[in-house]
């Protein structure tokens, strides 16, 4: 799977769950890039998904 968002700045989350052995070993490529810096990590798919619902609730009131 893929992910790719165009604006100010360019956001990248690719994904292939085939080549893990389970889902829950699986891992995640993410790319942040604009004009000035490019920052390229990888993070388990779980805990991507954690940090994201838990940013989520932080920020709707």
């Known amino acids: 799977m893929e992910y790719q968002h165009l604006g ?3 956001l990248e989350v690719f994904c292939n769950p085939n080549i893990w052995p389970n889902p829950y070993a ?3 490529l993410l790319t ?7 920052l390229t990590a ?3 798919l ?3 998904v954690e940090d994201l619902n838990q940013f989520l609730e932080s920020a709707t009131p």
Not at 32 to 38: F, M
Request: charged share 55%; proline share 0%.
């Open 8 to 10: 100010e700045v360019f």
């Open 26 to 28: 699986a891992k995640v």
């Open 32 to 38: 942040v890039r604009d004009d000035r810096i490019r």
């Open 42 to 44: 990888e993070a388990e």
């Open 46 to 48: 779980n805990r991507l």
